[in-house]
């Protein structure tokens, strides 16, 4: 029986959700990618970054912006973990590519988790590993509209009864059993909506252009 999973960080690592053909799902966290990765799986996809490229914007991040707006962030590079902060970064990238050409602090503060992602994937490894967005895959689930935001709690009812019509049913017992592991709420939402795009996902923004590693950026839903 395949296995799907779905993976989004947090604050203290990693957290996976998983569903099978059967509809029989579970979740896992781990500090790193590997342990979570060795479980079987037919696909899995990650919210964070897969293809980088050395400057300017992914294709794929902007395309995806038009549709669902600023939760998707711009600017994911190749060097962006090679600055000593935030500061310095945006300085070099608008220096060399252009006023507000820079990183939110959001992009900012995941540049870890992107080099974590970089440093497991390979073109290979990309046919079984993509790259998904949750608010692409909910956008998609809901009949290609704008939900409310994921913060408030119309929103989160929004996500949460998608998910259980794709098969996870449990995730709102899961959303009480998270106390104490650092897994935030969006976290687990957005790790079971990548599970459910690994499974059910034939649609992608980008996919056109290829990074210096020979990987594609390309983001799934």
Request: aromatic share 8%; hydrophobic share 40%; with cysteine.
């Amino acid at each position: 029986m395949s296995n799907y999973l779905g993976l989004d960080g947090f604050r203290f690592g990693w957290v996976a959700a998983w569903i099978d053909e059967r509809g029989e799902h579970g979740f896992d966290y781990s500090p790193g990618l590997t342990r979570l990765l060795a479980m079987p799986h037919a696909r899995a996809m990650i919210d964070m970054p897969i293809g980088l490229k050395p400057s300017g914007y992914r294709a794929c991040d902007l395309r995806a912006r038009e549709l669902v707006g600023p939760a998707v962030f711009l600017g994911a590079r190749r060097d962006l973990w090679t600055f000593p902060d935030m500061a310095t970064a945006n300085r070099h990238y608008w220096e060399h590519e252009g006023k507000g050409r820079g990183v939110s602090a959001q992009l900012w503060n995941i540049r870890d988790k992107i080099r974590d992602v970089d440093a497991i994937i390979t073109p290979a490894r990309q046919a079984a590993i993509g790259e998904a967005h949750p608010e692409l895959i909910f956008w998609n689930l809901a009949g290609r509209v704008r939900l409310a935001r994921k913060t408030s709690a119309e929103g989160r009812e929004q996500r949460i009864a998608l998910l259980a019509q794709r098969g996870f049913t449990r995730l709102p017992k899961w959303l009480t059993q998270r106390h104490g592991t650092g897994i935030g709420r969006d976290d687990l939402i957005d790790a079971c909506a990548c599970a459910v795009a690994a499974r059910d996902s034939t649609q992608r923004v980008g996919g056109e252009e290829v990074d210096p590693r020979g990987l594609r950026m390309e983001i799934n839903y």
